[in-house]
């Protein structure tokens, strides 16, 4: 069975600032992880995933994730935060198999970003 | 760039009523998924539907719930008789493959009175 963990149901930058969002895993296979972004009042976006290979996977807007097989981690990043960065986050890992179909999500983080 | 589209956005139904959730996934895509979120819980996977048949389903899914691709582009969720506790954020999905990353649409929030 797969569980994810977000830490911080709400997070809070200023413009410019960098943004971690921290994510746990569990998972008894070698785990697909994603990050999925969702803005006001529409669907889940992609943001990155990772799957195997690089640990280090670079997503769209500038955002970007590392596994961490040691710390069961896959946190999101972004250096420099935007206004238009606002919105809430959700990581994800995949089911049995390691397919990227079935999901199991996490709480999501909403983030708020301020001037 | 091709999008998964839901209708409708909003449906408002009476307890006991069945509803009927549609979605329009992306042309060239064989896999297709129903999830839900209930206000402030975890986006939930409901069921993936592959080569006209259900492939997995969670516990959520009884037998209230069904899932049907009518013709070519559809694929609708139907609760037979809906309950408050089905209230939530419905999101449909699909992917090119088995292991491709989902498409999510942008949902239809179903709320039962």
């Given at each position: 069975?797969?569980?994810?963990?977000?830490?911080?149901?709400?997070?809070?930058?200023?413009?410019?600032?960098?943004?971690?969002?921290?994510?746990?895993?569990?998972?008894?296979?070698?785990?697909?992880?994603?990050?999925?972004?969702?803005?006001?009042?529409?669907?889940?976006?992609?943001?990155?995933?990772?799957?195997?290979?690089?640990?280090?996977?670079?997503?769209?807007?500038?955002?970007?994730?590392?596994?961490?097989?040691?710390?069961?981690?896959?946190?999101?990043?972004?250096?420099?935060?935007?206004?238009?960065?606002?919105?809430?986050?959700?990581?994800?890992?995949?089911?049995?198999?390691?397919?990227?179909?079935?999901?199991?999500?996490?709480?999501?983080?909403?983030?708020?970003?301020?001037? | 760039?091709?999008?998964?589209?839901?209708?409708?956005?909003?449906?408002?139904?009476?307890?006991?009523?069945?509803?009927?959730?549609?979605?329009?996934?992306?042309?060239?895509?064989?896999y297709f998924y129903w999830?839900?979120?209930?206000?402030?819980?975890?986006?939930?996977?409901?069921?993936?539907?592959?080569?006209?048949?259900?492939?997995?389903?969670?516990?959520?899914?009884?037998?209230?719930?069904?899932?049907?691709?009518?013709?070519?582009?559809?694929?609708?969720?139907?609760?037979?008789?809906?309950?408050?506790?089905?209230?939530?954020?419905?999101?449909?999905?699909?992917?090119?493959?088995g292991e491709s990353p989902?498409?999510?649409?942008?949902?239809?929030?179903?709320?039962?009175?």
């Amino acid at each position: 069975a797969q569980s994810v963990t977000q830490l911080g149901s709400h997070v809070s930058v200023s413009e410019g600032a960098l943004v971690l969002l921290r994510c746990n895993y569990s998972s008894s296979v070698p785990p697909y992880l994603f990050w999925y972004v969702q803005y006001p009042n529409q669907g889940l976006q992609l943001l990155l995933k990772y799957t195997t290979g690089a640990t280090l996977v670079k997503g769209i807007n500038g955002f970007e994730a590392e596994f961490k097989k040691s710390e069961t981690s896959f946190h999101l990043t972004k250096p420099s935060a935007h206004m238009s960065d606002a919105a809430e986050y959700f990581c994800a890992v995949s089911g049995v198999g390691g397919g990227g179909n079935k999901l199991t999500f996490g709480t999501g983080t909403q983030l708020k970003v301020e001037l | 760039e091709p999008e998964v589209t839901q209708t409708p956005s909003h449906q408002v139904t009476q307890m006991g009523q069945e509803v009927i959730l549609r979605c329009v996934p992306i042309s060239n895509h064989l896999y297709f998924y129903w999830y839900r979120q209930i206000l402030g819980q975890k986006v939930e996977f409901l069921v993936s539907f592959y080569n006209n048949e259900i492939s997995e389903k969670s516990e959520i899914f009884d037998d209230q719930f069904s899932v049907e691709r009518p013709d070519g582009s559809n694929f609708t969720l139907k609760i037979r008789s809906t309950k408050l506790e089905d209230s939530a954020m419905y999101f449909c999905a699909s992917s090119v493959d088995g292991e491709s990353p989902l498409h999510f649409g942008n949902g239809t929030r179903l709320t039962v009175t």
